[in-house]
């Protein structure tokens, strides 16, 4: 069985830093895109950034540009987040999120609360 587990999230001033990670327990065939997204309150969950398997690809939401770093180690199934320059309209629960050949897979979540 898969299970997607993240650590890093926590409270930080605006301006700071957190690195999120979801690394993958059991084996997930054919990873073929990585991301993490994030869901506000009252708020529809959204992607913030997804890496492609092959070739290592990159796509961000606009409002993260510039501040967010996505990347990964295959070798571990591991995604990590870099989230710099943090602003309180960040703050919310992050997901992870694994697509493999046939499933997708999501973290529990972990907090992100960025305060002024």
């Known amino acids: 069985q898969v299970q997607l587990v993240e650590s890093g999230g926590g409270s930080v001033q605006a301006g700071g830093s957190l690195r999120l990670s979801c690394a993958a327990s059991?084996?997930?065939?054919?990873?073929?895109?990585m991301a993490w997204y994030r869901q506000a309150p009252g708020k529809r969950r959204e992607l913030v950034a997804s890496?492609?398997?092959?070739?290592?690809?990159?796509n961000y939401a606009e409002s993260v540009k510039g501040r967010f770093t996505i990347s990964r180690d295959n070798a571990k199934n591991t995604v990590y987040l870099q989230m710099n320059s943090l602003k309180p309209e960040d703050t919310a629960v992050y997901y992870c999120h694994m697509q493999g050949t046939w499933l997708g897979y999501w973290g529990q979540g972990t907090q992100v609360t960025v305060s002024t």
């Open positions: 059991g084996r997930i065939l054919s990873i073929v895109r």
């Open positions: 890496i492609i398997n092959d070739g290592g690809s990159t």
